[in-house]
């Protein structure tokens, strides 16, 4: 089965939280939810977390925890 578009974001961090930045970056693997941040929701994929903006919630509305997923920017 293929990876499913369905939006462009992200890049690892080794400080457990990356910023979109740069066209291109990308982040994958398990999907574990989201969890409230100071400015907003956080996505948290392997331990990476990464700001929800509102196309990333859609986009991961329907994603079951533990799904595998690819963000690109």
Request: without cysteine; hydrophobic residues 35%; proline residues 1%.
């Given at each position: ?16 939280f990356i910023k979109w930045?740069?066209?291109?970056q990308s982040l994958e ?45």
């Amino acid at each position: 089965m293929g990876w499913k578009k369905v939006n462009n974001q992200g890049e690892d961090s080794e400080h457990g939280f990356i910023k979109w930045t740069e066209v291109g970056q990308s982040l994958e693997g398990s999907w574990n939810g989201t969890s409230e941040g100071k400015f907003g929701d956080l996505g948290d994929i392997n331990g990476t977390r990464f700001p929800m903006h509102t196309v990333l919630e859609r986009a991961f509305e329907e994603i079951a925890e533990g799904t595998m997923v690819k963000v690109i920017y």
